[in-house]
C-alpha cells in the first residue's frame, strides 16, 4: 500500500552530509517500492510545517544523523505530534547517542566494552589520565567525527587545542579488527567485518578510501560468533531499541583473556552506498529497497 513518505535529512549536526546521502538512497527506494516522497531540512519553521501538514504524512523516514537527528531530541517532536516515524523511539535513541550512559549499561550487563572515562578539556591538556595508546572521542557524534588515536609520539594539545568539545571520553585502544553486526527488530541478520590501512576505522576509511575491505571474518571461532550476535541482540533489548540498529565491536585474536570489546550502538546506521547496514542485508539477501520498504512499515508513533 502507498504511503506519504517524509524524509527529513541533513540537520545541525557534521553529519549532515553523510545524512542528505542516506536520505538520496532512501528516496530511491521509496519511489521504486510505489510511495510518494517529500524531503525537507529542519529549520525555525520545522515545526509549522509539520503542524500544517501532519494530515498528509503517513511517515517519517528520519535520515538524520548526529545531534537533534538520533539523541531522541527530534524524536521527541514526532512524539508530540503523533506522527509515526522510523527507528528508535526518545529514550533509546538518547542513550544510544550517549557512549558513555550507553557504555554504563552494558558493562553493568556483563558485555565487554574497553575501560574509559569522561575527562573535561582543560583537564585533558594538562593530565591525560590513562595510559597511551588510547582512544579520543566525542561523547555523543556518530560517523567516527572527532574519533583520534592517541599514540606516544602524538600531540595531543594541536590534535584537540581547536575544537568546540568541552568534555571527551577516552577510552584503552584495542588493537585488532572491527566487526559490525546488523540488527532488525532485535535479530542479528549476520556481520561484517572491516579492515583498513589504519589502526582505526575512521571518517575517511569510511567515506572516502579505495581500500577499505569488508569481509565475511573467517576461522571465526564459533563461541565468539555466538557471544558476538548474543551481544548485539542484547544492547538492542536493553536499550529497547526499534526498528534497525548497528552494533560495533572490536575483535582482538591476540587478547587471551577476552577478545571481543562492544565499543557502541548505532540507532539510525547510514543508508548510503557505502553503509554497513546495506551491505549485510545484502549478504543476508534483503536488498536495499526491501530494506527501505521494511523500515517504513515498521514505523511508529510511541516508539
Known amino acids: 500500500m502507498s504511503k506519504n513518505v517524509l524524509i527529513v535529512k541533513g540537520g545541525f549536526s557534521d553529519e549532515a552530509e553523510i545524512s542528505r546521502k542516506s536520505a538520496c538512497s532512501v528516496e530511491k527506494a521509496l519511489k521504486l517500492k510505489g510511495h510518494k516522497t517529500m524531503l525537507i531540512e ?105 574519533v583520534h588515536l592517541v599514540k606516544k609520539d602524538t600531540n595531543l594539545n594541536s590534535l584537540i587545542i581547536k575544537d568546540n568539545l568541552k568534555k571527551y571520553l577516552l577510552e584503552e585502544y584495542i588493537p585488532g579488527t572491527d566487526i559490525t553486526v546488523a540488527i532488525m527488530n532485535g535479530k542479528a541478520i549476520g556481520f561484517i567485518e572491516v579492515t583498513t590501512k589504519n589502526e582505526i576505522y575512521g571518517y575517511d576509511d569510511k567515506y572516502n578510501s579505495t581500500k577499505t575491505k569488508y569481509l565475511q571474518p573467517e576461522n571465526l571461532d564459533k563461541n565468539i560468533e555466538n557471544l558476538l550476535l548474543a551481544n548485539a541482540e542484547k544492547s538492542f533489548d536493553l536499550l529497547d531499541c526499534k526498528g534497525i540498529a548497528r552494533v560495533d565491536f572490536r575483535f582482538n585474536k591476540e587478547d587471551k583473556n577476552n577478545k571481543l570489546y562492544m565499543l557502541e550502538i548505532n540507532t539510525q546506521p547510514g543508508l548510503t552506498d557505502t553503509s554497513l547496514f546495506p551491505k549485510i542485508a545484502i549478504n543476508a539477501g534483503i536488498d536495499f529497497p526491501d530494506l527501505i520498504e521494511w523500515i517504513v512499515k515498521d514505523a511508529g508513533v510511541n516508539r
Open 42 to 146: 529542519p529549520s525555525q519553521d520545522f515545526i509549522s510545517f509539520l503542524l500544517r501538514n501532519k494530515n498528509n504524512i503517513d511517515v517519517i523516514f528520519n535520515s538524520l544523523h548526529g545531534s537533534w537527528g538520533e539523541d531522541g531530541k527530534i524524536q521527541g517532536i514526532f512524539e508530540y505530534l503523533k506522527i509515526p516515524y522510523t527507528h528508535s523511539g526518545v529514550t533509546s535513541s538518547a542513550l544510544g547517542m550517549n557512549k558513555v550512559f550507553s557504555k554504563s549499561i552494558f558493562i553493568q550487563n556483563n558485555i565487554a566494552s574497553p575501560k574509559g572515562k569522561i575527562i573535561s578539556k582543560n583537564i585533558l591538556l594538562n593530565d591525560e589520565h590513562i595510559k597511551r595508546p588510547f582512544i579520543i572521542k566525542p561523547v555523543d557524534e556518530g560517523s567516527s567525527f572527532g
